[in-house]
């Protein structure tokens, strides 16, 4: 029997994950079918209910539900629970399990398909949103030496220190605390690149041997990208990656099965 799933958002149109869930499915030989679905703001749950009544398995959730499908949620695996965002619905016999894969897709992007270690490592993270809070735990779960988090608004960035200083050693602030400053690692979680803009950082930022992340992609380099390029970071990556692999999470939670992500991710680089 063909079990569906799909991603719900508003907007969603612009959605990638029918089509890399079509291609994993294809991969992996599943019996399943996947769509996205356009939800009204204020009508989230009532979609919800619509599409688990139709036989619905499991659901995807993008901007602007990825709080409201918390409290959606019956249960919450830790990590959701500590970004209080949800992006993957389970939906079973004893209910509706909320998780969220987008950290370990980062995790797993970083340390599996580029090969960089996080351990000992000095990692800044740019932003203190919804994207930055997602990624916070599983970070700290490969233990960096530190992990410096800087925000315009510092007092949110403050407040995810304090959120997980129990994890792993944080320091906080705005951009001008980490003049002079250099990290092996810097990631973009910020909304930055969706306008064409680039946080304000100062050069010299980054050390020998250094990745630049940007949770964001688009045609080209970002301006982040750009800017890291020119500062002389030794690799540069964009989140496609991260895409795939939190999609290859949720896929695994539904399904059991891991697909493989390495020929997914390199179609889409060649389309983007
Ligand atoms: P998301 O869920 O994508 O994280 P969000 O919760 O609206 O979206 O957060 C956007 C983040 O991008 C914030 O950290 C924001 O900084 P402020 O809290 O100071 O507003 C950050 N941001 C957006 N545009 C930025 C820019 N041009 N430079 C630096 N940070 C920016």
């Not at 009204?40 to 959730?61: D, L, Q």
Request: hydrophobic share 45%; net charge neutral; glycine share 10%.
């Amino acid at each position: 029997m063909t079990d569906f799933y799909a991603v719900i958002g508003n907007p969603v149109a612009h959605s990638k994950s029918p089509w890399i869930h079509a291609e994993f499915s294809r991969q992996t030989g599943q019996d399943m079918q996947y769509e996205a679905i356009l939800a009204p703001v204020n009508a989230f749950p009532a979609t919800v209910a619509v599409f688990r009544e139709r036989g619905g398995k499991g659901m995807n959730v993008t901007v602007p539900f990825k709080l409201e499908a918390c409290k959606l949620a019956g249960r919450l695996t830790e990590r959701a629970d500590a970004a209080q965002a949800v992006n993957t619905l389970v939906f079973n016999a004893d209910g509706t399990l909320g998780a969220n894969t987008d950290g370990a897709g980062l995790v797993r992007d970083i340390m599996v398909n580029l090969g960089f270690s996080l351990t000992g490592k000095r990692v800044l993270l740019m932003g203190a949103g919804g994207a930055a809070r997602g990624v916070v735990l599983p970070l700290l779960e490969h233990d960096p030496s530190i992990l410096a988090i800087v925000n315009r608004t510092q007092q949110k960035a403050h407040a995810l220190q304090q959120q997980f200083s129990c994890y792993g050693t944080i320091v906080s602030g705005d951009y001008a605390d980490i003049l002079g400053e250099k990290f092996d690692l810097v990631i973009n979680a910020t909304s930055a690149s969706l306008k064409g803009e680039l946080p304000p950082l100062s050069p010299g930022i980054f050390a020998a041997e250094s990745l630049a992340y940007d949770m964001m992609y688009g045609d080209g380099y970002t301006p982040f990208l750009q800017f890291a390029k020119q500062q002389g970071a030794s690799r540069l990556a964009d989140g496609i990656g991260m895409l795939v692999e939190q999609a290859a999470e949720s896929f695994f939670l539904w399904r059991g099965v891991r697909p493989e992500t390495g020929p997914i991710i390199k179609m889409l680089k060649l389309h983007t």
